[in-house]
């Protein structure tokens, strides 16, 4: 796998990112969502250059100009519910691609500290030969997406899969460069050191998905 982490590099993400951490800011929930959102915009672009490009001639009101085209067929495929505007931002970038969306909750065995993740609901369209890019905001453990690469298994084979994260956890990352295909990419803003006993990222920004729709039951 092929790790891109945009964390060392000077941009306007960082500023994001900051953002997206900060207590005094994240309570925010609208803001919250938009920079989530503006994160996913901006990995959208840079993933956009490791795609397949043909010319394409286009015709102005005095000429015509050869441009670059993207020709790969693109599925964008979140998992609920923090991935909800990080989807939005990929497709503001990729607004021609199809969509999936994955339902994945932590199911506590007795102890709040053991869990397991189900993956219990999965909509798609067919993936075969097609780029699949999958976004989880926070990859913590890497287990759900371990799950995700298995349910996808009965809709095609992708031509490349592109994971694209907000935060992760250094153990998530090694987790899924195990899992996935050699050749998948991870596209992330930022990784974190640890993750605490029960499987969130430190430092992390706390439960992205209570952050950008309110707590859960």
Not at 30 to 53: H, P, Q
Not at 72 to 101: K, M
Not at 161 to 177: A, K, L, P, R, T
Request: charge should be negative; include cysteine; proline fraction near 4%.
């Amino acid at each position: 796998m092929t790790v891109h982490n945009f964390e060392t590099e000077n941009s306007i993400l960082n500023q994001f990112i900051t953002e997206l951490r900060a207590v005094e800011i994240q309570n925010d929930s609208l803001r919250f969502r938009r920079n989530i959102e503006r994160v996913g915009e901006i990995l959208a672009y840079e993933l956009s250059k490791k795609l397949d490009y043909s010319s394409n001639t286009v015709t102005t009101p005095l000429g015509t100009k050869v441009i670059p085209s993207v020709t790969d067929a693109i599925v964008v495929c979140s998992i609920l519910r923090a991935g909800l505007p990080f989807h939005q931002g990929l497709l503001n970038y990729f607004d021609t691609a199809e969509n999936g969306f994955i339902s994945a909750f932590r199911k506590h065995n007795g102890d709040e500290d053991d869990f397991e993740v189900i993956v219990d609901y999965f909509a798609a369209p067919s993936l075969e030969n097609k780029i699949l890019i999958l976004a989880d905001p926070m990859l913590a453990t890497g287990k759900t997406l371990e799950n995700v690469l298995e349910g996808l298994k009965g809709h095609g084979t992708p031509k490349q899969i592109h994971i694209v994260s907000v935060i992760g956890s250094q153990e998530g990352v090694d987790f899924v460069q195990n899992v996935f295909p050699e050749d998948t990419h991870l596209w992330i803003a930022a990784i974190d050191p640890e993750l605490n006993a029960k499987g969130y990222i430190i430092p992390g920004l706390g439960d992205a998905g209570d952050l950008a729709y309110g707590s859960k039951l």
